[in-house]
Each structure stands twice: as C-alpha cells, then as structure tokens.
C-alpha cells in the first residue's frame, strides 16, 4: 500500500498547479445589435460554405450561447433574459407600442395614462410593464440596461420586428427601453410590405441603412430586430420543401448582404445574435444559439467569465457586456458578467468551433437514452450482486464473475471520463459498448493482478478526475457524466455526478490510513487525501462545486476523527460535523481569494453583503431541485436501489465481518453521501453516484471474503 500513498502524494504535488485566466479590454462608441430570431448553427454553417463574403465570416468572432430562460423556451423569455443580465421570462401579451397604435381597442397613449399615470409622450410604450416587473424574482432589472445607458448619455434606438400577420412579436425594445417603459425607435417604418414575403413583410434595408447613416451622436446603442428569418421558419410548415429550401436560402443572402453592407460602411460594430433558434433546431436539440461578432471593438474571441469557456457564452452576459462596452459597470444584481475579448487568443477557427459545437448537440441529443441504459445497468449489476451473493455463495466461479463485474462497474465511470474524445468520432451506441468492454477488461485486470483492485480503481478514478479539472475540465465537460452547457446549470468544474464518485473514492483512500500503524503518519494520511480533495473540489480553478466540498469536509472530517481512536456518539456525530461544516464553510471562502470570479464567490458576496433573501432562494430552489430529480430523473433508480441494498446489507449485518478499513469507509461513506443528498442542488444525482460506488464496493468485499458459501473469519481485501 506504501507505493499507492506515494504515487498519490507525488501526483498532488506534480499536479497542484492553476490555470491562467487572462483579462482584456475593449475601446469603441458605436454598436449595433442584431438581433436575429430562429437562426440556428444550421444556417451558419450553410453561409460558412455557401456565402457570398466568406472574408467577412472568417473576420468575424464565431460563439456558441446558452439560451436558458427563467421560463419555457420562448423568443420572449430568451430576450428577457438577455436585456435583464439575470435569468428571467415575459409575461402574456407583452409587447412595444407605437405611438397612437391600439391595445384593447385604445390608443397606447391612453392606455399608458389609464394605467401607469403616464403622460410623458414617447416613440415607444410598454404598457404590460408592471406585469413584466412583478413576474421575475429580478423584476429590478426591468428597463435598468436602458436606464443605465440614458443615464450615461448613450443615443439608443430599435428597428425592426418579427411580426406575423396574426401576432406582433416586437421584443428588441426590451434592450432600450428605460423603467418607465419608453424607448425610441421606429418599429413599423423599417419593415415593407411585400406580398411574396412570409407573411406579407420584409424588412426595408434601404431604411435601415439611412437610419443608421444618419446617426452622428458619438455614443449610440442601436438594436434591430430582423424578423425575416422567424416569419419564413414561421410558414415552413406550409410550404413544399422545395421552395422552403430556395426562400431560406434567399434570406440567408439578404441578411448576409445587409451585415456586409454596416459593417463596410460605418465604424460600427456589430454584434449579431439568436435569441433563439427555429423549432426544428430545438427539437433535433440543436439547442445553442450562434453569435458573431465584428468591429473593431471586439478584439479577439469573446470569453465568458460566466462559463469561464471561449466557445460557449452565457445569455446572461450580454446586457452587462453592452454596459461594459460604454465603460459603464453593470448593475451588481445582473448575475451575468461582461464578455472579455482575448486580443492574443488563438485564430478563431470556424470549421473547428462548428465541430465542436456539433459534439455537444450530439451528447445532448443522446444523453438520456445513454444514460438511462447506462443507470439500469448499474441497477441490474446491484441487484443481481446482491442476490447471487446469497443465492449462489456457494458457487466459486459465480463468486469470481460477480467480483469481476463489480470492478468493472465501478470501473466504467473512469472510461465514460477518459473515453469522451471518441464519442462524436464512433456515435453513442459504439462508445457505450466500448465503455463497457474497457470495463470489463481493466475490471478483470485489477481482481487477477490486484490484491486490493477496488482500491485500485478508486485511486485511478481521484487520478484522472484530478488531472482533468486541473487541465480545464475537457473531459468532464463532454462527458455523459459531466454537466451539459447546453442544459445551464454548470458550466465549469465538477458536476454532481461526478462529485459523488470522487468523494466516495477519496474517502476510500483516506480510510487506507487504518493501516498505519503510527499514529502521525495517519494524520498525515488525512491530511494529505482530505486536504487535496477539498482543493480540487472548492477552489474555482478546480472543481467549483460548493455543496460536493462541504460534503467532503463533513465526511473526511468524520473518518479523520475515527482514525485517531475517538469512539463517535450520536451527539458527538452532530457535534464533529456541525463543527466541520463550518470549517468547511470558512475553507470555502479562503478559497475564493484571489481566484476567478463564480457562483461560489457571488453567494459568498451577497451572504456578507446581508442578502439573507438570496440564501433562503438558494435553499428553497435546492430543495425544488431535488425534489424534481427525485421525481422524474433516472438517477432515482440507482439512489433507491443503492440505499436499499446497503440497508440489507446493514440490517443482514454482513458487515460485522469486515476489518477495520473497511467498516470505516462503510461509515464514512454513509456520511459523505448523506451529506451530499443534503447539501447538493443536484443532491439526489450525487448521493446516487457517491452509494452506487460505496455498495459496489461493499459487495465485492463481501463476495471476497465467502469461502465454500461461508464468511471468512477475517479478511484484508480492499
């Protein structure tokens, strides 16, 4: 065991280094958004092979961009969120108003007055403001990017719309308008009617391009909303797919030859970006929006200090960077952060950036079905362990297949981590099946030729996680088992499935320790394990993940004490982990200094800030979150089976003949995991992974100490 402890040892210090995050500026007075609704990476990669300025694509900055909303996907909930820098959604019938058109068969201007007192004239009106405001938990942040930029002297504008000719959808005023509501801009004046156009409108270049030669001021905000593009995608389904096919590629041209025409004829900058992308792409689960930008303003490629990734922003972003490219700071309540722009970043690569986003559609489109397999497997391997370990105990060559396939289960999270690279290059169904055959080879490598192969593999597993996230985290970002930028709930570090796996198995090695037979060499045993697994999971270069690092304090804490020869009570269980939460807690924080900004470091903030409002959210949408999980994710099948196995385990009382390591990591990994359920938003999904690792393990060592059907008297296999 001494040659494990010192490979551990020597790979945390080879690897304990940080990653580098570069910040960088940007000087400009001009910007243009466009806005550009139901365009997807679809089109993008069409004009890539089929535009007429392929110089101006390639100059161009391409992104990926999340587009999760407060509510259901929805262009209004898209754009609220954007204009908002903070998750939100709309509310029913919200649109702008031109001066004298009617809502509920009055004037707007009556209807402002009726309402709202209102009697400032304006170009634009938003008389559902108040409902806008009240329906998010940041309602605040209505109309504040306008407000901030009135403020500050910045000229805006809006033109344009995404009209039917059954509905208005004029969202692209939610970026101007100021808390009251106004906005100026010419809505109408800059669409035409054309009869051959999807619903009889299109949008007037000409006019668009006047209006925006004649803007003189030196700071001025200007958003159009090209609605062409949703209006065509809008009557596709009435259309033969011939003469789709030849108006998208018409369209495509014209908003082509319209970006080539700004961003050649002013100094503007432009910024061109889908709140969401057509219906088609969001049900293949194409489900990222494309980003460009142009101008001398946007110097490099853009990098979210929200996702902490280059090729995939956070919607959240844009109104705080609008503010940032006036060098006004964004308001401290838009949880978004400005995008930065990396003036020495390597070339922003096209071909490569629509592979890479391509990949991720791919584990996206296939990540419940693979999933859902990949957990009933586990399922079928527990509860066949668990039956044929009683059944069949007197069988030696079913006690050694039964070993093997545990190994190999508790291998296979290590080969869906190390084998993600292959899986655009084989498809989902031949990786899984190599998963499991590297599975099964390595699971029989390690019982043959380990005399401790559940050790073993643990430590392979803390390995190549720690390698992993210490390199940015690729693997785990397109792993089946990582966090899906796509879905938004993480976009860095360690996510909860394999935060469960990690702890279990570094409390596995911690527990290593009973063997020491001096009392400093175990402190320096926990130490070490406990002091380095808390690194990787709390620092924000790391792991980031706030509730996996308090569950491993609580949990190693728990085994440390153990370890010195202290008999644990039910008081002092509660005092020993009260007392290491808090610890923990304060670890947390240190952490944080001097490191990049995240969600970990924002709560911090707020909490010493007196936010009491925002932890008690924090807490009740952990608990919703779970409770969601629980109720309808896969993961419940293996956090039911695992928990009910290990209560027959205890209740048989099987394990009353394990040594003393392995009765200690038994205890300490009830705690880790129970801790994880408690303190994860994703709590349900960590205890899981963290008790599926945890009774495998049990299992195997139970199979291993049978002989002719009957335990043996002692045993030492870990």
Request: glycine content about 8%; some cysteine.
């Amino acid at each position: 065991m001494k040659w494990f402890y010192s490979c551990l040892l020597a790979s945390m210090l080879i690897l304990g280094c940080s990653s580098l995050a570069e910040a960088f500026e940007h000087e400009t007075s001009n910007l243009i958004l466009l806005l550009v609704p139901s365009l997807s990476f679809d089109e993008v990669e069409w004009l890539l092979e089929h535009g007429q300025h392929s110089d101006m694509w390639e100059t161009g900055h391409l992104a990926a961009m999340n587009i999760r909303s407060d509510g259901p996907y929805s262009y209004l909930n898209s754009t609220v969120t954007l204009s908002l820098g903070a998750r939100g959604e709309g509310v029913s019938d919200w649109n702008a108003f031109e001066r004298g058109e009617l809502v509920l068969g009055q004037p707007v201007e009556a209807i402002m007055q009726q309402w709202l007192s209102q009697k400032q004239e304006s170009q634009l009106y938003h008389p559902y403001l108040p409902q806008l405001v009240k329906k998010n938990a940041q309602g605040h942040l209505v109309g504040r990017l306008g407000t901030l930029l009135k403020q500050h002297d910045v000229t805006m504008n809006v033109f344009g719309h995404s009209d039917t000719a059954t509905e208005p959808h004029r969202y692209g005023s939610l970026f101007v308008m100021d808390g009251q509501g106004r906005a100026t801009g010419d809505l109408q004046g800059t669409v035409r009617a054309l009869m051959s156009a999807p619903h009889g409108m299109a949008m007037n270049e000409e006019a668009l391009l006047s209006k925006l030669r004649d803007q003189t001021d030196s700071k001025a905000f200007t958003v159009i909303e090209w609605g062409d593009l949703y209006r065509l995608f809008d009557q596709k389904k009435n259309m033969p797919s011939a003469i789709f096919a030849e108006k998208r590629a018409k369209e495509l041209y014209r908003l082509e030859t319209f970006i080539h025409n700004v961003t050649t004829g002013s100094a503007s900058d432009v910024w061109l970006l889908a709140p969401i992308m057509h219906d088609e792409a969001y049900k293949q689960k194409k489900r990222l929006a494309p980003t460009y930008f142009w101008g001398s303003g946007f110097k490099g490629s853009p990098y979210s200090a929200s996702t902490r990734r280059s090729d995939v922003l956070a919607n959240v972003d844009v109104a705080p960077t609008i503010l940032s490219y006036f060098h006004i700071s964004p308001d401290p309540q838009m949880t978004g952060r400005p995008l930065l722009f990396q003036v020495d970043s390597v070339e922003n690569d096209k071909e490569a950036i629509v592979s890479e986003v391509n990949k991720r559609f791919t584990i996206f489109r296939t990540r419940g079905a693979v999933l859902s397999s990949y957990i009933t497997m586990l399922v079928v391997m527990l509860l066949v362990a668990s039956i044929g370990s009683w059944v069949k105990k007197g069988n030696p060559r079913w006690r050694l297949g039964m070993k093997m396939i545990l190994a190999s289960a508790v291998s296979t999270p290590l080969w869906l981590l190390v084998l993600t690279p292959f899986v655009h290059e084989v498809g989902p169904y031949l990786f899984v099946l190599t998963v499991i055959g590297c599975s099964l080879i390595l699971g029989w490598t390690a019982t043959q030729l380990s005399a401790q192969p559940i050790w073993l593999l643990g430590f392979l597993l803390v390995a190549a996680i720690s390698i992993d996230l210490m390199n940015g985290g690729p693997f785990i970002a397109t792993s089946y088992l990582g966090y899906d930028p796509i879905i938004g709930a993480r976009y860095y570090g360690i996510g909860n499935e394999f935060a469960g796996l990690y702890i279990a198995a570094a409390v596995l090695l911690i527990t290593g320790a009973v063997w020491q037979t001096e009392l400093w060499k175990r402190l320096v045993t926990v130490f070490v394990v406990s002091g380095f697994t808390l690194m990787m999971l709390g620092m924000s270069q790391f792991g980031a993940n706030a509730g996996a690092t308090l569950s491993a304090g609580i949990a190693c804490a728990f085994v440390g004490y153990t370890l010195i020869g202290k008999q644990l009570s039910k008081w002092n269980l509660v005092i020993v982990s009260g007392g290491a939460l808090l610890i923990t807690l304060l670890l947390l924080f240190v952490l944080q200094m001097n490191s990049p900004s995240t969600h970990i470091g924002d709560a911090y903030e707020r909490l010493l800030s007196g936010d009491i409002q925002y932890v008690l959210q924090t807490m009740k949408r952990k608990v919703a979150m779970n409770m969601t999980i629980f109720r309808y994710s896969n993961w419940t099948q293996l956090f039911v089976t695992s928990y009910l196995l290990l209560g027959v385990l205890i209740w048989t009382q099987s394990a009353k003949k394990y040594d003393a390591g392995q009765s200690l990591f038994l205890k300490g990994g009830i705690v880790a995991s129970v801790a994880l359920l408690l303190l994860n938003d994703s709590g349900v999904v960590a205890a899981a992974t963290s008790m599926f690792f945890i009774v495998s393990t049990n299992y195997y060592w139970l199979l291993a100490q049978m002989k002719n059907g009957k335990m043996m008297s002692e045993g030492k296999e870990m």
